[in-house]
């Protein structure tokens, strides 16, 4: 089979779900990391004021995002580490002897974490486990599985399995009625799918800048309710989680009263500005624009799914959904092959094991949606 390759302009890109792309974004990033390659070889005594400016930056950006009040949020090198560090903060009376509760389709990194945390922290992990036959853990078996038992929850707003997005709210309010403490992983749906601190009143907060936010690896970050963060003492602590980063006496170390004392050894700060350009970006766009060009797109890959007969493993309904759509392929089709052929004509997707993962962006146009589904038609096995 022949066929024409869409243009390098990203028509065909389908990926946000795991790096997101934004027009300019090469030159933006290019520059961002030239100019901080110019303050930190500079031979002078600026560097340090100029890059702690430069991430300063980037939580105002992640602040603004989420409705976040100041003070309440810090830079973290990934979502694992910004989990460790408030898990690891938590008093006894949240944890030891209690139950930690997260869904079965939760990000498996956070579940490691978690798994090897329990027998020290003295807490039992609760896994929801997935119905037979179903792509995601119901709201409702969360909330079944939730009693008073349970110190700390961890909710995925989004997840990167099937792209169902929990009503984080009503599970949020169920949990403060048990006394628990409960956070949220946004990585899949934030800066797409709105979320705010305040108004979900999650106790904390976790996320990446990947993704629908366009930024780089390495750029993560972590916000806490201000009552809850003065009564943290994390164990994952250095310099940087200090009043005063310059204090160097052994023997007087004092956390930040903000969320600074989540904060550890240097930071990341190359990521944080590598990161800028498209924080900036999606700040200066249509936010509702953004969600509806998704939609539209969406909307196309159910259609052509459904007149190919292929089981769609996503919520069908917007506001059960992120911005993926992912699609069950036959037991005899090849993904990985599939993918490589894909490729070729410029169409941009991945496989998780038999669930094709497609994640429409702002780069992303319908002609990229229609030749990815002319060559699933003419796929043997999906055709």
């Not at 079965?104 to 896994?127: I, M, Q």
């Not at 007087?252 to 800028?276: E, I, M, N």
Request: proline share 5%; with cysteine; charged share 20%.
């Amino acid at each position: 089979m022949t066929a024409t390759p869409l243009p390098s302009d990203g028509s065909g890109y389908l990926l946000y779900h795991s790096i997101g792309m934004y027009p300019g974004k090469v030159k933006a990033m290019a520059k961002a990391f030239a100019d901080f390659s110019e303050l930190w070889a500079a031979l002078d005594d600026g560097q340090w004021m100029q890059a702690l400016t430069l991430r300063a930056r980037f939580i105002d950006l992640w602040r603004d995002l989420i409705a976040a009040e100041p003070g309440t949020l810090t830079s973290a090198e990934n979502v694992t580490t910004a989990l460790y560090s408030v898990v690891g903060s938590l008093r006894e009376k949240h944890l030891k002897g209690k139950t930690l509760l997260v869904a079965g389709d939760c990000f498996p990194s956070l579940h490691f974490l978690l798994a090897g945390l329990a027998p020290r922290l003295g807490f039992r992990l609760k896994t929801v486990p997935l119905r037979a036959g179903e792509s995601w853990v119901r709201d409702d078996d969360m909330l079944d599985a939730w009693d008073e038992s349970v110190g700390v929850a961890l909710l995925t707003f989004v997840t990167s399995t099937a792209s169902h997005r929990s009503d984080v709210t009503r599970l949020i309010t169920h949990g403060h009625k048990m006394g628990s403490l409960v956070g949220v992983d946004i990585t899949q749906g934030v800066g797409l799918v709105p979320y705010s601190v305040k108004e979900t009143d999650a106790d904390f907060t976790v996320s990446t800048t990947l993704k629908w936010l366009c930024g780089t690896p390495g750029a993560g970050i972590l916000h806490m309710k201000p009552e809850l963060i003065a009564a943290c003492s994390p164990e994952l602590r250095g310099w940087f989680s200090q009043e005063n980063i310059f204090s160097w006496d052994l023997d007087a170390f004092q956390y930040a009263d903000d969320a600074r004392r989540f904060d550890h050894g240097t930071p990341a700060v190359l990521a944080c500005a590598g990161s800028v350009p498209a924080l900036e970006w999606h700040a200066g766009q249509d936010q509702t624009a953004l969600l509806a060009q998704n939609r539209e797109l969406g909307a196309m890959i159910i259609a052509e799914t459904d007149k190919l007969g292929l089981d769609l493993v996503t919520p069908r309904e917007n506001d059960r959904r992120g911005g993926s759509l992912m699609v069950r392929l036959p037991v005899n089709v090849d993904g990985a092959g599939l993918i490589d052929r894909l490729r070729k004509i410029g169409v941009f997707a991945d496989c998780r094991g038999p669930i094709l993962r497609l994640s429409p962006g702002i780069v992303t146009k319908p002609d990229g949606i229609e030749a990815l589904f002319r060559h699933l038609s003419d796929t043997e096995g999906l055709g």
